[in-house]
């Protein structure tokens, strides 16, 4: 694509979001993605035409809400290619829908002896949940390690298994590496092995398309707020089979079938799942974050992370004393250059960023096991998306060229 008409790419897209002006280069959009303006009104649109509880009142406009919901619900069902909208659960993000498979899932089903197989590039919140399953059950959590260049091999894989091994837990996309692992190929092996596989696609879902029944994973986790969507919408899909299996999460309104005085019934699918009263503003939203990424197309999406990422791996690998972690090869970090100053402390990076606008992520981005493995307690990381400019990776840049000096160092 030549630059001019790039240019006017970056134009069209950028008058969408209100927030990405000239006074900021958000180069955050791993830890939450910026929104477009047809989803922050989505949430008001929801409360000034739709706003009644939903999937309780027989009033029309109950029935209106209920169906704005469910309407959100056959949109994610879509977008990620589930078999039905039973299997597509919504949850606050997906932190809670991966504690929801440890509780539900891992807590019924894995016994001592049984092995969780984890990756070590976990993000804390596909971590954490079966380190406590594993306490609570007796099981074992084993890790599979990556190399140099981040990759998790086939070999690798195959060695981490064993006969035990009950669940393997992994994430698509690493929120520190940007690699993509395989999660096709893995899903298959561990299912040869008797092992459900839940994958994390916190990272993944908002970048690349991902067909839950291409890649036979058994859970799928998300979030909302990373793919354009409202904070406090998330999402969980299961395979039908299993969630049927699986007992509530969580016990209360709108997830029974019929109560008595010494017992319940429960819900079908997806109610079972989700008790309380809804996000149903949220889901709204989030419906609308997924047809503006269908506007714009995952195709163009994927072309200008991709171009974004290789422009600033290469500008970021020109810089003195900068080290980036994971693959030499740009292409495999999807958006996410996690690196290190020489002489500077990752939050004194961040900090002098920030003074000229620049927002980046300092610390070990809640995947501690992993920064541990790469020999570090902390790093800076820059993540893009499609709506960022090669300005605001220039401006980065020459900004984080200043650094050294600013903290004292004669270059
Ligand atoms: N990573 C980051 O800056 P929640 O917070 O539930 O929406 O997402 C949790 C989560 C799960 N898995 C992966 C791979 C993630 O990257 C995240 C969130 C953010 O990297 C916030 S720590």
Redesign the pocket.
Known sequence: MQTEERRQQDHKIRKDFPLLTEDIAYLDS??TAQKPETVIDAEAVFYKQYNANPLRGLYQLSVEATNRYEEARECVRAFIGAASTEEIIFTR????SLNLVAYSYGMHVLREGDEILVSIME?H??FLPWLQVAQSSGAQVRFVECDGQGRITEERFRAALTPRTKLVAM?QI??VLGCLNDIALFARIAHENGAVFVA?G??SVPHIPVDVQALDVDFLAF?G??MLGPMGI?VLYGKRALLQQMPPFLYGGEMIEKVTRTGATYAELPHKFEAGTVNAAGAYGLQKAIEYMQQIGLETIQEREAFLTQYAYAKLRETPYVTIFGADDPAEHHGILTFRLEGAHPHDVAAILSDSGVCV?AGH??AQPLLQHLGVSSTTRASLAFYNTTEEIDRFVEVLQTVRRKLGHAE
């Open positions: 791993a830890a993000n997906a932190t809670e993000h919140s596909n994430t690493s929120n994390d916190a990272q979030s707020h990373k998330g992520r981005h809640c």
